[in-house]
């Protein structure tokens, strides 16, 4: 059956109160609050329509009606208005994110909570990560006793650096040895290169600076790529503010899953690749997750020069209000790619 322009309507305006107020949305609601010149019989016949059609879903203990899964989908693809960010929130996103920073970690960290509280949702925020990205140039130099300065430079224009402490009978000649050795061994070789047999190697060559030598290829490791903990989740008990989690269990079990970042990585891959300028809607079992039935993700893919790429995004109801998510994610985007431009190939304002 095809959806009139008055089905539209009263699709738009059930979804939308419901979003606003997680109440079942009865006909006699959307004659008195909606301007459609529609009676609340006629509105209650095209809601029948529309829940034979599968948009519409009745919860057995009201008369009124709820989104489905599929309702969600056409309004996301066809209904939904885009929502324009006063400029009271602009501010406040931009003065959260105007500040220095010297960590990429603390970067990622801290932008997954402001989206967090921006939204009132749980926030992920993916490192940026480079295809097959090698090692370019490996330096060390002790700065003063007990303290090593570490620069790295991949080919996909990453350099980064991070101070080290170190043992005190660490001196310059060591310090010069090592990164002269290990430049030689790693220079030209991607994350997948680091197999276990190369590493062995390399720390029986020097078996009285294996600690050293160990937080030095992690490091290294970091800046290729290869990082265990990817993702930053940020305010993940938000999602406790909403009445479809008001069921223990049904907490309990979203929050074990969001609790793994193994568990959220697997799901970000899940989303399709092709879709790297555009914002990514993953709704209740769309998302492939069980513990994530409940939910709808939304995610936006941000780049870093040519080279780096990394996801931001939001997990919250299925009822989440969409269009003021994709909003504050497109912001936030295009903030992101500035800082981390900055930080890691040390672009200018």
Request: hydrophobic share 40%; with cysteine; aromatic share 6%.
């Amino acid at each position: 059956m095809e959806i009139s322009e008055r089905k539209r309507a009263i699709l738009q305006a059930i979804i939308e109160d419901y979003i606003a107020t997680a109440e079942p949305v009865g006909s006699r609601n959307i004659a008195k609050n909606h301007d459609l010149g529609l009676s609340a019989a006629t509105i209650r016949n095209e809601m029948a329509d529309l829940e034979e059609m599968g948009y519409l879903d009745k919860p057995h203990t009201s008369a009124g009606r709820i989104p489905s899964e599929l309702g969600y989908r056409f309004y996301v693809d066809s209904l939904m208005h885009r929502y324009s960010l006063t400029i009271d929130e602009i501010s406040s996103l931009q003065s959260s994110m105007d500040r220095k920073y010297n960590q990429l970690e603390n970067v990622i960290s801290e932008i997954s909570d402001i989206i967090s509280r921006a939204t009132s949702y749980p926030a992920i925020v993916e490192l940026p990560m480079a295809q097959s990205s090698r090692l370019r140039n490996l330096k060390m130099m002790l700065i003063e006793q007990g303290s090593v300065l570490i620069v790295v430079v991949t080919d996909a224009g990453v350099v980064r650096n991070r101070h080290m402490k170190v043992n005190a009978d660490i001196d310059y000649e060591v310090v010069d040895s090592i990164s002269e050795f290990l430049s030689g061994q790693l220079t030209g070789l991607s994350a997948e290169d680091f197999t276990a047999a190369r590493l062995m190697l390399i720390y029986e060559a020097m078996p009285n600076y294996g600690n050293f030598l160990k937080t030095v290829i992690e490091f290294v490791l970091e800046c290729l790529g290869n990082v265990q903990n990817r993702v930053y989740i940020g305010g993940a008990s938000n999602i406790l503010n909403n009445p479809e989690f008001e069921n223990i269990e049904r907490a309990r079990e979203f929050l074990s899953f969001i609790d793994s970042r193994e568990n959220v990585s697997q799901m970000l891959n899940l989303l399709d690749e092709g879709q790297s300028d555009s914002i990514s809607i993953k709704i209740g079992s769309e998302n492939g997750v069980e513990a994530m039935r409940d939910t709808s993700l939304v995610v936006a893919n941000y780049s870093v020069g040519d080279k780096l790429h990394g996801k931001i995004g939001i997990i919250g109801p299925k009822r989440m209000n969409y269009a003021r998510v994709i909003s504050s994610l497109e912001l936030i985007n295009d903030r992101l790619s500035e800082i981390l431009g900055r930080m890691l190939y040390g672009d200018k304002e």
